[in-house]
């Protein structure tokens, strides 16, 4: 899959995170984007000008959470 993907991308340019906006109303890139583990930000209100609809901002964390700690304690 393209997302999988360009993670996987990022990740090898050790980049830390992801970001995206998508429509508020879009259930299926929302349900995708949360199983890729993005998080739900805020509301960017009338983003879509043209249709008048809003945007959620979403960020992936591409840091392991125990990167650097000292496994030996």
Do not use: C, W
């Not at 992801?18 to 583990?37: F, I, K, Q, R, W």
């Amino acid at each position: 899959m393209l997302m999988q993907e360009m993670i996987a991308i990022a990740r090898q340019q050790d980049r830390q995170r992801m970001t995206l906006e998508v429509a508020v109303d879009n259930a299926p890139a929302l349900h995708l984007y949360h199983e890729l583990g993005f998080k739900e930000g805020r509301i960017r209100r009338n983003y879509y000008t043209n249709e008048h609809k809003d945007a959620m901002d979403m960020e992936l964390s591409l840091v392991d959470v125990g990167a650097g700690r000292d496994t030996n304690e």
